[in-house]
């Protein structure tokens, strides 16, 4: 039988730290990009708005032969080679708190700070994806590359060495004619992962936040098919309405509910359906 919309609705809002993820965003880029390719995507690290990652400071040991070209092109590597999306997911610690009111605490879309701030002061659009379906779409298409996910770790300490007392700011290039850029770049980053890409300052704690994270080869933007991994949209409560056919003509194409947040003393109480397919 078809799967109703009320229960494509239980679904969205049940607890579910391992099978949703939410992505927010803009109006227009999520009508003009998103919903109109079908596509989301992973930027270089050197975007991301923390600058513990978008503006560390290395140290690298040299050899004579090591020419300043080379170490700017490998910094460049670094910070332009490594793709990253940053999802939201479920905070389990909210989850007490539901009553007829707030029917919604520790959703991945029930964050006003982030509907502020990246939401376009709620005119945007949160995405919402099967997180099993969108990785194994990224490992199709990527199936060679190092791929990495999981959620951020969060601490107001400074990051100086792991428990091998190894800095993972310190890089040796020393090796670089023997093995590569490619392969020093790659176990570099692999083996001070969780350092670079999944621990970031306290301030961010509330955006609860999940990554996935490619190794690239090259410093190009990357894209996912996302036909196979979106669940629902959700508007934001300050949505322009002028703008509904443009999102339902999109919705059906990709064959997902659409939703808008509302809000009530502060508190996210409702999920109105602005449009609901029908399979």
Known sequence: ?????????????????????????TMQN??????YTGTIRLSRLEKVNDPKESKPTYSFSLNNSTTNVELFEF????LTFPKIICLSIDNKCY???VDDMNRFPGKGFNHPRMW??????HRGICFVFDV????????????KRPIFRGRVNYSDKYIDCNI???????????????????????????????????????????ECEYRFVLLDDN????????????????LGSEFPMCHKPTLVELCKELKIDAFKISWYQGIANNLNLVYEYEE
């Open 116 to 121: 502020a701030q990246y939401g376009e002061n």
């Open 164 to 206: 091998n007392n190894e800095s993972p700011y310190s890089v040796d290039l020393r090796a670089l004619g023997e093995i590569g850029k490619d392969k020093l770049y790659i176990e570099h980053l692999t083996k001070f992962r969780n350092t670079y890409f999944f621990s970031k300052h306290k301030d961010w704690i509330d």
């Open 95 to 97: 989850f007490k708190n």
């Open 30 to 35: 999520a009508l003009e990009y998103i919903l």
């Open 75 to 78: 910094y460049e590597r670094f």
């Open 1 to 25: 039988m078809p799967v109703t919309v009320y229960e494509r609705i239980a679904s969205l809002v049940s607890y579910n730290p391992n099978g949703l993820v939410y992505h927010y965003t």
């Open 219 to 234: 410093s190009n933007d990357v894209f996912i098919d996302l036909r196979t991994s979106i669940v629902a949209v959700i």
């Open 132 to 143: 099993k379906r969108l990785y194994s779409e990224l490992r199709i298409t990527h199936r």
